[in-house]
């Protein structure tokens, strides 16, 4: 069984910083490309960051460029975020999706995490 855990979101002030973790587990992770994507309050879903399987390409949305840096460590199974210079408008849940098919760097995704909440507030 599939199972994507998000963990380490929380409130932070803005300028702050927080490092989102998603444990995965029930797949062969690190052939499978992953990302990030969250929902802020009221809105729809907006892609943030993606990283391949090895960890050798990553992109990201422009509004995080500069600011957040995706990684993984595939011994750990797991995929990370890590966001500086927090600002309100990156207020929402967080989650992590597993691309659909082995080796692809596009969507679809087949599975997701619970997500993990962020809120960025003074």
């Known amino acids: 069984e599939v199972q994507l855990v998000e963990s380490g979101g929380g409130l932070v002030q803005p300028g702050g910083s927080l490092r989102l973790s998603c444990a995965a587990s029930?797949?062969?992770?690190?052939?499978?490309?992953m990302s990030w994507v969250r929902q802020a309050p009221g809105k729809g879903l907006e892609w943030v960051s993606s990283v391949n399987g090895v960890g050798s390409r990553t992109s990201y949305v422009d509004s995080a460029k500069g600011r957040f840096t995706i990684s993984r460590d595939n011994a750990k199974n797991t995929v990370y975020l890590q966001m500086n210079s927090l600002k309100p408008e990156d207020t929402g849940v967080y989650y992590c999706?597993?691309?659909?098919?082995?080796?692809?760097?596009?969507?679809?995704?087949?599975?997701w995490g619970q997500g993990t909440q962020v809120t960025v507030s003074s």
């Open positions: 999706a597993k691309f659909h098919y082995f080796g692809s760097y596009y969507p679809p995704y087949d599975y």
């Open positions: 029930g797949f062969t992770f690190s052939r499978y490309s």
